[in-house]
């Protein structure tokens, strides 16, 4: 395990000279395609820093986009991963079965919400979650529609690209996508027209009226949805959405399906987001924050329906290899003991009240605005507009922010269907001097930007 100094150190320009050679390397042989937020490469990791191959140490508020809730060389990881490395590193569990998949599934069926009798099935990558998610749901309904949201984002692979909102940068020139999949409005209320109070049930009507109309829903198998918004920018469903499209589901025989890849395993302050509003879904897709760093996902339901794809109809090489198992069960095992929910909601109250601060103290700079604080838990974002009154997206000013923050030694990333939402993903493991310092870094690119 890595145990690295919980403090910030800036030793040289950022990226420093060594992560320059390496990123030369890197531009020569890694497709172009395949980006950075910040080329500055890992020596190390652990707690709320990351530490550069030129001795820098950031602090780290992304967590590897929401994955290293428990720090990225966790104890209860480490060693569990590690002993099952010494063991056997893989059979194929549709080859030779072990137990830690078992036990991952059994973990699931406890951790998820609802008291019905569940199953799961793993895999290694959040979209290859989603995928199975609408295999499954087409086999248990035998229908073949898939209805997502605005700003939804759920991968990228062939499927996913098509349930994913955003053209720039997942989608462009990577057409045909998959039919079948149909959009409809979500409750986003800071830009909703009528306001945010109106904005749940508008949305709401609206969201049911077209899926009514134009899809028809006894042709719908599935409704999937985050029920935080990650990528399209940490868009909270404004209340009563989601219990009112729950309803429509149940009402209508879809399988509800949430997408709680980037929102679960505490990362909200509960297990899992849908929780808030008390919404038990039929399926519900898990990965990042899963496995403290190993490539590991699932989807968990409804026993009746998990179990509608027929033998040898679910599966992959690799899923839910073993060491990625060992790496779920220390993760879910710290996320207990450290009780990283109520860690959760503490960053959130600090977070809050200081960004909250920010957003007056900066309020009438001519620039631009924060226009929107929101998020729950270690989920926190804010958007940036160029007038609070006209909301007009500044991606460009979230942009030069970020880039501030990261020459600081502060690893912050963006979001959102227009580039203007700066969003925190700190390790839920974070000290609150590290999580104070990164506040204090942020509101230093304020002024500096
Ligand atoms: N569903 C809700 O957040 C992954 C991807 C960033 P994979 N989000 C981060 C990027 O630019 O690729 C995500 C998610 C939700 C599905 C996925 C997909 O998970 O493990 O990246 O396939």
């Not at 006894?218 to 009563?240: C, M, R, S, T, Y």
């Amino acid at each position: 395990m890595t145990s690295l100094p919980q403090e910030r150190r800036v030793v040289t320009a950022i990226p420093g000279p060594k992560s320059q050679e390496l990123q030369a390397r890197r531009l020569a042989a890694v497709a172009a395609g395949v980006g950075s937020v910040l080329p500055v490469f890992t020596a190390r990791a652990s707690g709320g820093i990351i530490e550069d191959v030129d001795g820098n140490r950031l602090i780290d508020f992304g967590s590897g986009i929401a994955v290293t809730s428990v720090g990225a060389s966790a104890e209860a990881v480490v060693r569990r991963a590690t002993a099952q490395l010494t063991d056997f590193t893989h059979t194929c569990f549709m080859v030779t079965p072990y137990e830690g998949y078992v036990e991952v599934a059994e973990a699931l069926a406890e951790l998820t919400p609802g008291d019905h009798a569940k199953k799961s099935a793993l895999f290694n990558s959040g979209a290859e979650a989603v995928e199975n998610a609408v295999k499954i749901a087409r086999a248990y309904t035998k229908r073949q529609a898939v209805v997502v949201f605005d700003h939804g984002y759920h991968g990228r692979t062939n499927l996913t690209m098509a349930l994913t909102a955003k053209n720039m940068p997942y989608k462009h020139g990577f057409g045909p996508f998959a039919p079948e999949v149909y959009r409809v409005p979500v409750a986003y209320g800071y830009r909703w027209p009528t306001g945010p109070e109106n904005a749940g049930p508008e949305a709401a009507a609206q969201a049911v009226d077209q899926i009514s109309k134009q899809v028809g829903a006894d042709n719908v198998a599935a409704i999937i949805i985050e029920p935080v918004l990650g990528e399209g920018g940490f868009i909270e469903p404004a209340k009563g959405f989601l219990p009112a499209i729950r309803k429509f589901a149940a009402d209508n025989g879809i399988v509800f399906v949430a997408d709680e890849i980037q929102s679960g395993f505490c990362r909200t302050g509960q297990w899992f987001a849908c929780e808030d509003e008390g919404i038990v879904p039929d399926l519900i897709t898990t990965a990042k924050g899963i496995a403290g760093g190993l490539p590991l996902a699932a989807v968990t339901g409804r026993a009746e329906i998990m179990d509608a794809a027929h033998a040898g109809g679910l599966g992959g090489t690799y899923g839910g290899n073993p060491v990625a198992c060992a790496g779920a069960l220390g993760s879910i095992e710290t996320m207990k003991e450290l009780d990283l929910n109520a860690r959760a909601k503490h960053i959130e109250a600090v977070m809050k009240a200081r960004l909250t601060a920010m957003a007056e103290k900066y309020a009438h700079n001519d620039r631009f605005s924060i226009g929107d604080i929101r998020g729950r838990g270690a989920m926190i974002a804010i958007e940036l507009v160029k007038d609070r009154t006209t909301k007009e997206p500044h991606p460009e000013a979230t942009a030069a922010l970020a880039k501030a923050c990261h020459q600081e030694g502060l690893v912050v990333l963006t979001c959102g269907t227009y580039g203007n939402v700066l969003r925190f993903l700190p390790p839920l493991v974070i000290g609150d001097d590290l999580l104070n310092e990164g506040l204090d870094i942020i509101e230093q690119a304020f002024t500096s930007v």
